[in-house]
């Protein structure tokens, strides 16, 4: 689900729909979480499916650590990439804000934490060298990404948080010992789909 302050807004032809917040998100605030009315899709269904359907969700769906296509149901399948992301997914099937997000700005994920299938090139950015998006890059990146999601958590007792009673139960205790100690128990690395395995 996603934050529920939020509104979906056409950007242009090129970049299409994305999703902008209307009021103030402050740091260590969830913005989305993976709830029941979201769509897990087995790869072999989803290999089964006409050419439309399956391009429709190589778009709108990100893969998770088993090779599952989660497909959300609300407003996150919306959620534009960047290299400069204001929000960060974690192991914990949540994202968080890692910087105040202001009334009117876009929510922004970065795409390499979403096991994509294929590399592919991005609208530029400055003040990164990164330009592209690859199947990989939770496996270089994750130490960045841990730490921003470290940095966030130690506000997430001191913000309202109208989406944590979607922290799935195997979660919560975890999440709370990062709140409180600055320890990330896991990290989003282990997120990562490895496709050298049977299922593509």
Request: charged share 30%; aromatic share 12%; hydrophobic share 35%.
């Amino acid at each position: 689900m996603m934050y529920p302050h939020t509104k979906l807004y056409y950007i242009n032809d090129q970049i299409g729909f994305g999703v902008f917040a209307t009021k103030f998100i402050p740091k260590g605030t969830i913005t989305w979480a993976l709830d029941e009315l979201d769509h897990i899709l087995e790869p072999e269904f989803v290999a089964k499916l006409d050419k439309h359907r399956r391009k429709f969700l190589n778009k709108y769906t990100y893969r998770n650590r088993n090779g599952q296509y989660i497909l959300c149901w609300d407003l996150g399948r919306y959620v534009n990439h960047s290299f400069h992301a204001n929000c960060m997914g974690t192991a914990y099937d949540f994202e968080i804000a890692i910087r105040d997000i202001l009334p009117g700005e876009q929510l922004t994920s970065d795409y390499g934490t979403l096991n994509i299938g294929k590399s592919y090139k991005c609208i530029p950015e400055e003040g990164t060298d990164r330009e592209r998006v690859n199947p990989n890059d939770l496996l270089h990146y994750y130490k960045e990404w841990d730490q921003q999601v470290i940095e966030a958590l130690k506000h997430f007792n001191d913000v309202e948080q109208p989406l944590i009673h979607l922290i799935q139960p195997d979660f919560k205790e975890k999440v709370m010992v990062a709140a409180k100690e600055n320890i990330l128990l896991d990290s989003i690395k282990s997120n990562f789909y490895d496709r050298s395995s049977k299922r593509k």
